[in-house]
Nanobody
Framework: QVQLVESGGGLVQAGGSLRLSCAAS????????IGWFRQAPGKEREFVGTISRTGVVISTDSVKGRFTISRDNAKNTVYLQMNSLKPEDTAVYYCAASGSFWPGAFPQNYPDWGQGTQVTVSS
């Protein structure tokens, strides 16, 4: 099991940038795949992207070219760099951990979740 804490959310104007961090506890962080999800009010949780233990990244089409996921295993942290933000990116953003090599886009494949951080993009 791993504990996750997200940070870096806030209010930003459309076109702006934010960098979210997902800090994890535990000495085996490098063995986990870390996913990012988001949930807007009244909507289901949506997959944003994931980074495998080896650094392979996939992301959903709506954020490609705008969002970048990276990890620093020495700091037990995964980052979500969000550029060219749009009002439709407004949501609570969650990171989640999976011991599977490739958990993909399915929330049920991620047993451990952070508490979420709010991102609000104004038009």
């Amino acid at each position: 099991q791993v504990q996750l804490v997200e940070s870096g959310g806030g209010l930003v104007q459309a076109g702006g940038s934010l960098r979210l961090s997902c800090a994890a506890s535990g000495r085996t962080f490098s063995s986990y795949s870390i996913g990012w999800f988001r949930q807007a009010p009244g909507k289901e949780r949506e997959f944003v992207g994931t980074i495998s233990r080896t650094g392979v990244v996939i992301s959903t089409d709506s954020v490609k070219g705008r969002f970048t996921i990276s990890r620093d295993n020495a700091k037990n942290t995964v980052y979500l760099q969000m550029n060219s933000l749009k009002p439709e990116d407004t949501a609570v953003y969650y990171c989640a951990a999976s011991g599977s090599f490739w958990p993909g886009a399915f929330p049920q494949n991620y047993p451990d979740w952070g508490q979420g951080t709010q991102v609000t993009v104004s038009s």
